[in-house]
């Protein structure tokens, strides 16, 4: 069974940067990839990024494109997002998933962790 837990949330200044960690365990070898969501109050679930766990590939969202940076640490089976330049409108809930495939809707992703919450003040 695969478990994911994020960590590194919290509040953060306006052009200020966070990173977010993503620790699997239960076995990586049942999915090929792992994404990035986040959801704010009111507001459907949305792709952030993505990156496969084998090759490395990754998708950003337009909204994030060159100021986040997905990566994967596979010996140590933990997935990391560097958020750069936040900007009031990245606060939201960011979670992290793994999927089967390599995709960008929310229905792809077959496990979830918990969230973890991110508040970019003005």
């Known amino acids: 069974q695969v478990q994911l837990v994020e960590s590194g949330g919290g509040l953060v200044q306006a052009g200020g940067s966070l990173r977010l960690s993503c620790a699997l365990s239960?076995?990586?070898?049942?999915?090929?990839?792992m994404g990035w969501f986040r959801q704010a109050p009111g507001k459907e679930r949305e792709f952030v990024a993505t990156?496969?766990?084998?090759?490395?590939?990754?998708y950003y969202a337009d909204s994030v494109k060159g100021r986040f940076f997905i990566s994967r640490d596979a010996p140590k089976d933990t997935a990391y997002l560097q958020m750069a330049s936040l900007k009031p409108e990245d606060t939201a809930v960011y979670y992290c998933?793994?999927?089967?495939?390599?995709?960008?809707?929310?229905?792809?992703?077959?496990?979830w962790g918990q969230g973890t919450q991110v508040t970019v003040s003005s």
């Open positions: 239960g076995g990586t070898y049942g999915y090929y990839a």
């Open positions: 998933a793994t999927t089967p495939y390599q995709d960008r809707t929310p229905a792809a992703y077959d496990h």
């Open positions: 990156v496969t766990w084998r090759a490395g590939i990754k």
